[in-house]
C-alpha cells in the first residue's frame, strides 16, 4: 500500500469512527516509512500511536503491563511463534562480565527516549554466539520478560521453505512485522541462514537469502529488538557482524557459575553435606543446560527417597549421566 492509499484508509476509518482499524492501519504506515528509509519518521508516527494506544508512557519500564501482542497470522503464522516469557536475568546465573553486557542492553532500551533525544540509538540487534547450552536462547527469552516484550521465535522449517522458492519473501513478511509490532525477534540456529556466501557447498539461492537478511537488517530502524544465536561463528558471513550493534560470546560455565546453578536448582534442598570440590571438578565441561538438568535429576531421586537434602553421590551420578550423554 502507497502513503497516499494509507492516508485514504486513514481518514476512511477515522469517518467509520473504526478505531482499531485507524491505528492498524496508523502502523502499516508508520512500517512503510521504515521501508522506505524514513527512520526519524516511522519512529515519530509509532510513538503518537503508542500514546493514542493509552501505552506510550509505559513501554519498556519497570512495572507496565506487557507490550499487547498481536498473534501472527496466515503466512506470518507459519513463520513466527509468539509467546510471552516470564524469564527474567535473574534467573540465569551468569558471569558478571556477561550479566553487564546484558544489563547495558536493558538500561539502554529502558532509557532509549533519553538516547534519541540526543541524537543516540539504542543497543537493539543483538548477535548471541557459543557452545549449545551456554544460554543464548535463555537470554532471548529473559530480555524479552525484562522489558515486557513478546517474544517472536523465527520457525526455520516455514521461513527456508519458502525462500528456497520465493527468497526474500518470507524475510520480508518477518521484517515487516518487526517494523509493526515491538517485540523481541529471535533468530536461533542463524547460521542456518547466515552462512558464508563463499563457502563451499554454497547455493545461489541461499546466497540469496542471506543478501535479503542483510538488506533488511541493514534497513530496519523500528522499535523492535532483533537477537541471532548461533553454536557456529566460524560459519558466519564476516559481512554480518558489523551489522549488529553487539556480538556477545558465550562460554561454558566456570566453577563459580557451575556452583550457583546447583544451588539455584537445589534452593529447597539441603546442600551442607556436598563436596563441591568433587561435584564441580565432575561438572566440568558440561553445558549450563546440562547442569541444570542434572540437578533436576538429582532433586527427583531425592523427592522420591524422602529426603530433604542432596547427597554427592546423588549429583556425581546425575553429572556423569549428562557427561555420558553429551560429550
Not at 521501508?35 to 493509552?54: C, F, N, S, T, V
Not at 548477535?127 to 524479552?144: F, I, N, Q, R
Not at 534442598?269 to 570440590?277: V, Y
Amino acid at each position: 500500500m502507497t502513503t497516499a492509499r494509507h492516508i485514504v484508509a486513514l481518514l476512511q476509518s477515522h469517518i467509520d469512527g473504526d478505531a482499531d482499524r485507524f491505528l492498524s492501519v496508523a502502523t502499516q504506515l508508520a512500517a512503510h516509512e521504515a521501508r522506505q528509509g524514513h527512520g526519524k519518521l516511522a519512529q515519530e508516527l509509532r510513538e503518537l500511536i503508542d500514546a493514542a494506544k493509552g501505552r506510550g508512557a509505559t513501554v519498556g519500564r519497570r512495572g507496565a503491563g506487557p507490550v499487547p501482542m498481536a498473534q501472527p497470522k496466515g503466512e506470518l503464522a507459519g513463520l513466527l511463534d509468539a509467546q510471552y516469557s516470564d524469564i527474567r536475568l535473574s534467573s540465569m546465573v551468569l558471569k558478571p562480565e556477561l550479566a553487564e553486557r546484558l544489563g547495558r542492553v536493558l538500561t539502554e532500551q529502558r532509557q532509549q527516549a533519553r538516547l534519541r533525544a540526543r541524537g543516540l540509538a539504542p543497543r537493539r540487534k543483538l548477535l548471541l554466539v557459543g557452545p549449545p547450552g551456554a544460554g543464548k536462547t535463555m537470554t532471548a527469552a529473559a530480555l524479552a520478560g525484562e522489558l515486557k516484550l513478546p517474544l517472536f521465535t523465527v520457525l526455520y522449517d516455514g521461513l527456508i521453505g519458502k525462500l528456497m522458492g520465493e527468497t526474500a519473501k518470507g524475510l520480508r513478511l518477518v521484517f515487516d512485522a518487526i517494523a509493526m509490532q515491538r517485540g523481541v525477534y529471535f533468530f536461533d540456529e542463524f547460521d542456518a541462514i547466515g552462512g558464508q556466501r563463499s563457502g563451499q557447498n554454497d547455493v545461489g539461492e541461499i546466497r540469496r537469502v542471506l543478501n535479503s537478511f542483510l538488506q533488511f537488517l541493514e534497513k530496519d530502524g523500528g522499535p523492535s529488538l532483533i537477537i541471532a544465536a548461533t553454536n557456529h561463528p566460524e560459519l558466519l558471513d564476516k559481512a554480518l557482524y558489523r551489522r549488529f550493534d553487539d556480538v556477545i560470546t558465550y562460554d561454558l560455565p566456570d566453577p563459580a557459575v557451575a556452583q550457583g546453578i546447583l544451588e539455584a536448582r537445589l534452593a529447597t534442598f539441603d546442600l551442607k553435606a556436598i563436596d563441591w570440590a568433587q561435584v564441580l571438578a565432575t561438572a566440568a565441561h558440561l553445558s549450563q543446560a546440562e547442569v541444570a538438568r542434572a540437578a533436576d535429576e538429582a532433586a527427583k531421586v531425592a523427592v522420591l527417597a524422602g529426603h530433604d537434602g542432596v547427597t554427592t553421590s546423588t549429583l556425581l551420578t546425575a553429572l556423569n549421566e549428562r557427561r555420558a550423554a553429551v560429550l
